[in-house]
């Protein structure tokens, strides 16, 4: 088992991350998940029952010393560490007009800064094992909406991908950008988050998880820069 591929999840206790971690152990993948809730996290590894290939780190995708703790247990423990995904993320509800501006920070930290804080403490690892990062971004954005500063969040999501891709050419590390569209997590539960539309066609956690999986596991030498994955019946 020391030979199976080795990927870091961050916000894994749920929705899509925990989806994208379910479907690697199918795999034979060693994951290493880590989330905020440290409560939430453990039960989600003791529910996966596989003590063995899983490894549950607490801590904040926003916090540099949190990051680098999650890439260095991750290497203690399985030695090796050849994807990192960075799913950690959130909304908050309202516009710059409306919004609660108490809300934009941590947004904002945990969107923007978490990807580029994991990236940093990533690539060392990733150069040794010719690894793969996925960034997941959203529709968002790639669609300009009125006043929407998670949509901005977003953006750079997109611009992160394309410029870190850019930044390891040569070294063998595969970039992807998963974008997508609406998907039916706790995303919209969470209080003061955006509100849940009515009626609205939905991913499943799982759907958007199998996305992230096809990237991770291209063939070596095949990079793929962005995936675009929308419900049918999404306009935007």
Same mark, same amino acid.
């Given at each position: 088992m020391t030979d199976h591929p080795v990927t870091l999840i961050t916000g894994a206790s749920s929705g899509i991350g925990a989806a994208t971690a379910r479907l690697l152990l199918g795999l034979g993948h060693r994951v290493a998940v880590t989330a905020r809730g440290e409560g939430r996290l453990r039960r989600f590894a003791e529910d996966l029952a596989r003590p063995g290939a899983v490894l549950a780190?607490?801590?904040?995708?926003?916090?540099?010393?949190?990051?680098?703790?999650?890439?260095?247990?991750?290497?203690?423990?399985?030695?090796?560490?050849?994807?990192?995904?960075?799913?950690?993320?959130?909304?908050?509800?309202?516009?710059?007009?409306? +919004?609660? $501006? =108490?809300?934009?920070? #941590?947004?904002? @930290? !945990?969107?923007?800064?978490?990807? *580029?804080?994991?990236?940093? &403490?990533?690539?060392?690892?990733?150069?040794?094992?010719?690894?793969?990062?996925?960034?997941v971004g959203s529709v968002a954005g790639q669609v300009t909406m009125p006043g929407n500063l998670y949509g901005a969040t977003k953006w750079a999501v997109t611009a992160l991908a394309e410029n870190t891709r850019r930044l390891v050419a040569g070294s063998g590390i595969g970039v992807?950008?998963?974008?997508?569209?609406?998907?039916?997590?706790?995303?919209?539960?969470?209080?003061? +988050?955006? $509100? =849940?539309?009515?009626? #609205?066609?939905? @991913? !499943?956690?799982?759907?958007?998880? *199998?996305?992230?999986?096809? &990237?991770?596991?291209?063939?070596?030498?095949?990079?793929?820069?962005?995936?675009?994955?929308?419900?049918?019946?999404?306009?935007?």
């Open positions: 780190v607490p801590g904040d995708a926003s916090e540099p010393a949190d990051v680098r703790a999650a890439v260095a247990a991750t290497v203690e423990r399985f030695g090796r560490l050849d994807n990192a995904v960075a799913n950690a993320g959130f909304g908050a509800a309202g516009t710059l007009a409306d +919004g609660d $501006p =108490r809300q934009w920070r #941590a947004m904002v @930290l !945990t969107n923007v800064l978490g990807p *580029a804080l994991l990236i940093n &403490a990533a690539l060392p690892e990733l150069t040794r094992t010719r690894g793969r990062i996925v960034l992807t950008l998963v974008a997508p569209g609406r998907v039916d997590t706790d995303y919209w539960d969470r209080p003061g +988050g955006t $509100p =849940r539309p009515d009626d #609205a066609p939905m @991913l !499943t956690a799982d759907q958007t998880a *199998a996305s992230i999986v096809w &990237a991770l596991t291209r063939p070596p030498g095949v990079d793929i820069t962005a995936v675009t994955v929308r419900p049918t019946g999404q306009e935007i």
